[in-house]
Nanobody, 125 residues
């Protein structure tokens, strides 16, 4: 069992930056791949980024490539999402999630076992 807690959300103007953190409580954090998803009001949840269990492989949605960076620190049981050049369309609740690295691709939320409660990011123009 793993509990995930996100932090770092907030309000920022377009072009600004935020760094989200996801802290894991439980065992074997380093055995899980970690993903970030977001959901805007009235829209479906969408994949943002993922990082492999050892941090060596990262994947991104096309909409955030070049602006967002996903990383992790297994010694701290934490994953991060550095968000730069934020746009109003990045406004959403952001969620981190953990999956078994062999449980399908990184893009589908259904492949993830554990989810955090979410943190709100609001980008104003």
């Amino acid at each position: 069992q793993v509990q995930l807690v996100e932090s770092g959300g907030g309000s920022v103007q377009a072009g600004g930056s935020l760094r989200l953190s996801c802290t894991a409580f439980g065992r074997s954090f380093s055995t899980y791949a970690m993903g970030w998803f977001r959901q805007a009001p009235g829209k479906e949840r969408e994949f943002v980024a993922a990082v492999s269990e050892n941090g060596g492989i990262t994947t991104y949605a096309d909409s955030v490539k070049g602006r967002f960076t996903v990383s992790r620190d297994n010694a701290k049981n934490a994953a991060y999402l550095q968000m730069n050049s934020l746009k109003p369309e990045d406004t959403a609740a952001y969620y981190c999630a953990a999956k078994n690295p062999y449980s399908g691709n990184d893009y589908a939320g259904a492949h993830y076992l554990y989810w955090g409660q979410g943190t709100q990011v609001t980008v104003s123009s």
